[in-house]
């Protein structure tokens, strides 16, 4: 009997996932739904899902595996739905968010079988148009099993379904994921973006700010430009663990400030070592719990023709680039190209390929 597979939500994550099941498993029916009807319409369209169902509980019913592919609340939401709709005695629900403890709590207390999933993949597009199936080719896709262990053994089902992704899976208790996630990813989309709302009320008492705050800033504080419903959910999703990591923060800063009024070279000195050593010691382009940045920089000559020259270079080869900066544009003085790629199988057949087609100098940021 042919497996239908529902999709709740089909934004990048949710279409990206269907596209990666189908070219796996071509006999699986793949239904599809989402709170907006022009998404439903474009996935259908574009043949990313077999159905769309007339109504959501309409697909629930009659499906044997059922994703939640939306912000966390959302899916809180919807799992009290399926509670009271008579889903099929061996469905398995799983989700797809960014925090993992309240919603095993709640599937303690559901009448069908929940596993929890988090693919920790992303893109700097959303939405339906931006589904790559190749999104989560080796990122971290991490699982939360309840207590019970027959549920808990049903892991194994969901890792075949997700097998097209090609990602690698790690299993981790819910409390160990909401603190790593709320150390790697969370904190920081917080810290990036105070230092914006800090830049911008700067930037009324100093408008020349705010041209000087492309570059580098832009670079450190890319990670602010995310969707604001669903980090405020996130945030009070894993408001215990983020609330410590916070207070941890505060008196890290707090420190520094002290180093500064009393001018200690040492102490300034050994916390921006240390920052250096860990930092150059992680992994280059490894997908964790921020979405890696495919950048490649490029050493050009100022002289006309030569971004037409590198895109051609890179047509030809069929290589996509998701982004192009100059970084550097003074007369007579080398500039530096930047190239976003959108993974690094991408970003090293893009140096590759330029390395050999002309003597300008790549190196990986």
């Known amino acids: 009997m042919k497996q239908n597979v529902l999709i709740i939500g089909l934004g990048l994550i949710g279409a990206s996932l269907a596209i990666a099941i189908k070219k796996e498993h071509p006999a699986i029916h793949l239904i599809g739904w989402d709170y907006f009807e022009e998404t439903r319409i474009i996935a259908k369209n574009q043949q990313i899902v077999d159905e769309i169902p007339t109504t959501f509980e309409e697909g629930a019913v009659k ?21 009271a709709l008579p889903l099929k005695p061996t469905a398995l629900v799983t989700d797809a968010g960014s925090t993992k403890q309240e919603i095993m709590v709640l599937a303690e207390q559901l009448p069908f079988d929940f596993i929890g999933g988090h693919p920790m993949a992303g893109s700097h597009k959303s939405g339906v148009s931006a589904a790559n199936g190749d999104l989560f080719e080796n990122a971290y896709y991490i699982f939360t099993v309840p207590q019970n262990e027959q549920v808990a053994k049903r892991v194994t089902e969901l890792q075949v379904l997700f097998q097209g ?9 819910a409390e160990e994921h909401d603190q790593i996630t709320g150390m790697l990813s969370h904190l920081p989309h917080i810290i990036a973006s105070g230092l914006v709302n800090q830049a911008d009320v700067f930037n009324q008492l100093h408008p020349r ?11 450190i504080t ?16 894993n408001r215990e663990a983020l609330l410590a990591l916070m207070d941890t923060w505060q008196t890290q800063m707090t420190e520094i400030s002290d180093w500064l009024k009393t001018e200690d070279q040492t102490k300034i000195f050994q916390f921006f070592e240390n920052a250096k050593d860990t930092r150059d010691n992680l992994p280059v382009h490894s997908n964790g719990a921020i979405p890696a940045f495919y950048d490649l920089m490029v050493d050009v000559p100022d002289r006309p023709g030569v971004i037409a020259e590198i895109t051609s270079i890179l047509g030809q080869a069929d290589i996509s680039v998701i982004n192009i900066k100059i970084l ?14 959108k993974n690094q199988g991408d970003l090293l057949a893009g140096k590759q390929c330029i390395e050999e087609k002309t003597d300008y100098p790549c190196r990986l940021k």
């Open 165 to 173: 992704a090609r990602a690698k899976y790690v299993m981790l208790t």
């Open 209 to 219: 700010a705010k041209q000087l705050a492309a570059g580098g800033f832009r670079d």
């Open 63 to 83: 499906a044997d595996i059922l994703l939640l592919a939306v912000p966390i609340k959302t899916s809180l939401t919807y799992l009290q739905e399926l509670a």
């Open 328 to 341: 550097e544009t003074r007369e007579d003085i080398i500039g530096v190209l930047q190239l976003t790629f």
């Open 222 to 237: 890319r990670i602010a430009s995310a969707d604001p419903q669903m980090w405020t959910d996130i945030l009070l999703s």
